[in-house]
């Protein structure tokens, strides 16, 4: 990131190198590429030629080239993924755009979701929520969402297990 804001790249430069970031992540998960990163035969340079022959053909940014022979070349390989994370969440961030995941205990139509956001709007002023759906039946009936660091539990689980709390004490 900091490389690309050192040369005052445009925020389609960061996405472009965000994309490749994330493509070379899911390079990395594939079991047969996994096997390679302990394999003392092989330098840091060979990994980088083999995960690119393995990405689609598209041009990887030379920022995230260095980055991924820094990374590979101090042993790090297994933060790849968190390193995908933050970046995205550093893009994100200064598109004023927050990422809401959402735990449903039951499947949510279109509407409700749009609804749920708009009552959301109010908690994240000058925010624009990304929602991330899924369901957990182990809510019971609700929903649990999280932005950023912050948990909003709304499900029967919780006011379950508060009450729980309650009586116990």
Same mark, same amino acid.
């Given at each position: ?11 389609? =430069?960061?996405?472009?190198? %965000?994309?490749? /970031?994330? *493509?070379?992540?899911?390079?990395? $998960?594939?079991?047969? @590429? +996994? ?9 840091s ?17 030379? =920022?995230?080239?260095?980055? %991924?022979?820094? /990374?590979? *070349?101090?042993?790090?390989?297994? $933060?790849?993924?968190? @390193? +995908? ?40 002023p ?10 957990n ?33």
């Open positions: 990131y900091q490389a690309l804001e050192d040369r005052h790249a445009s925020v389609e =430069e960061h996405k472009a190198a %965000l994309e490749a /970031v994330e *493509k070379i992540s899911k390079v990395i $998960a594939m079991p047969e @590429i +996994a096997q390679v990163f302990g394999d003392p035969k092989l330098s340079e060979q990994i980088i030629d083999l995960i690119h022959s393995v990405l689609p053909e598209s041009e990887t940014p030379k =920022e995230v080239n260095n980055l %991924l022979s820094v /990374v590979l *070349k101090n042993g790090r390989i297994a $933060a790849w993924s968190s @390193i +995908a994370d933050d970046y995205r969440q550093l893009i994100n961030s200064a598109e004023g755009i927050a990422e809401a995941y959402i735990e449903s205990a039951f499947e949510m139509s279109s509407s409700e979701i749009e609804d749920l956001l708009k009552a959301l709007a109010r908690h994240f000058n925010k624009k929520l990304v929602p991330h759906v899924t369901i039946r182990d809510l019971i009936g609700g929903v649990r969402i999280r932005v950023g660091d912050q948990v909003l539990d709304g499900s029967i689980s919780a006011r379950l297990e508060q009450m729980k709390t309650a009586l116990t004490a």
